[in-house]
């Protein structure tokens, strides 16, 4: 729905088609297009970059902002909409900085997490399970958002 800037509705459909090709006609098509299919058929998937692609499908989820605005629901369920939105998007930035953290510091597997520094092999962590390992990164990520220490290995 279209809704001009005094609030009266669009009816015209060119005018629509119009205002949707010049906006998010294009967020739309490149979060739509299959590119982890494309690319799985190009490139080996065994690749790191190939994953990265799937954040192009984040671009349907900024729409959240319009689509809780035009609901026709009371202002208290747009206000639990709202919140939900914001821990949802806090969860991902969570989840983006604790994948970026462990691939940097998976490379040279020197990073002791502080709380290992009292065990006998201290670099226990990297063979760990997986979900081990995205659980301590995670922590990690909270630990950095909260202001919490991430030290170099020889500050102990």
């Given at each position: 729905?279209?809704?001009?800037?005094?609030?009266?509705?669009?009816?015209?459909?060119?005018?629509?088609?119009y205002h949707y090709l010049t906006?998010?006609?294009?967020?739309?098509?490149?979060?739509?297009?299959?590119?982890?299919?494309?690319?799985?058929?190009?490139?080996?998937?065994?690749?790191?970059?190939?994953?990265?692609?799937?954040?192009?499908?984040?671009?349907?989820?900024?729409?959240?902002?319009?689509?809780i605005q035009f609901l026709n629901?009371?202002?208290?369920?747009?206000?639990?909409?709202?919140?939900?939105?914001?821990?949802?998007?806090?969860?991902?930035?969570?989840?983006?900085?604790?994948?970026?953290?462990?691939?940097?510091?998976?490379?040279?597997?020197?990073?002791?997490?502080?709380?290992?520094?009292?065990?006998?092999?201290?670099?226990?962590?990297?063979?760990?399970?997986?979900?081990?390992?995205?659980?301590?990164?995670?922590?990690?990520?909270?630990?950095?958002?909260?202001?919490?220490?991430?030290?170099?290995?020889?500050?102990?």
């Amino acid at each position: 729905m279209l809704v001009e800037d005094d609030g009266d509705e669009v009816t015209n459909l060119k005018d629509i088609a119009y205002h949707y090709l010049t906006g998010m006609f294009i967020i739309d098509l490149c979060a739509t297009i299959p590119i982890d299919q494309i690319l799985e058929a190009a490139i080996d998937s065994a690749n790191p970059l190939y994953e990265l692609f799937g954040i192009l499908k984040f671009g349907r989820i900024l729409r959240l902002n319009k689509i809780i605005q035009f609901l026709n629901v009371t202002e208290d369920a747009k206000a639990s909409l709202k919140l939900f939105k914001i821990i949802f998007f806090l969860t991902i930035y969570l989840h983006g900085y604790a994948c970026v953290w462990w691939l940097i510091v998976k490379k040279d597997q020197t990073w002791i997490p502080y709380m290992y520094t009292v065990y006998e092999d201290k670099y226990a962590i990297y063979q760990y399970s997986l979900t081990s390992q995205y659980t301590l990164a995670f922590h990690t990520s909270i630990q950095a958002l909260l202001g919490g220490d991430i030290g170099p290995v020889d500050f102990i």
